[in-house]
């Protein structure tokens, strides 16, 4: 994550509005677009990523396989693929698209974070090694969906909250 890092902005309806940075995309809740990229291996288990302790926002917290946000004038799947290469280090994954284009807020006033994004997911399949961006991942782990159900069960805590609800939006995991 770069200081000078910018995003585009939109207004609710979807509209580019113009570009600012991350840190003031933050602060002020403007919508920006991010990608969600949910990676299993041929036997069917989601690679779960842990965020790196640096992170902003769910420190050390089990999320997606990749979250990116987007740069300016990219379209989701390129960031979504970008973000397969700097977080995991691989590429050349098929992503498939799953579900529309989402909304979602997530306010933490006590870190003055008001995060406002257009997400789009996607689900791939990869067999094969990793190499971890450090500033981004602490680690991750291949998942049974029956053994992340139970874990979820257990932990929710350990896990960021978008993460647990796209599970069962896309069907990933069954509904509660």
Known sequence: MSDDEWFEIFDCAGCLRGREPRWKVHAEG???????????????RLYCQRRAAAKDLYANLWDYSVGEHLTPGESFHEGAQRGLREELGIE????????????SRNEIPAS?????ELQQAYRGIYDGPMKLDPQEVSEVRAVALSDLERWIWRESEV????????LHTFGILATA
């Open 30 to 44: 403007y919508w920006h677009k991010s990608a969600h990229i949910f990676l299993f291996d041929s036997n069917n």
């Open 92 to 103: 050349g994954v098929a992503l498939e698209a799953i579900g529309n284009v989402q909304r």
């Open 112 to 116: 003055g974070i008001r995060d406002f």
């Open 159 to 166: 896990f960021t909250p978008w993460f647990i609800r796209d």
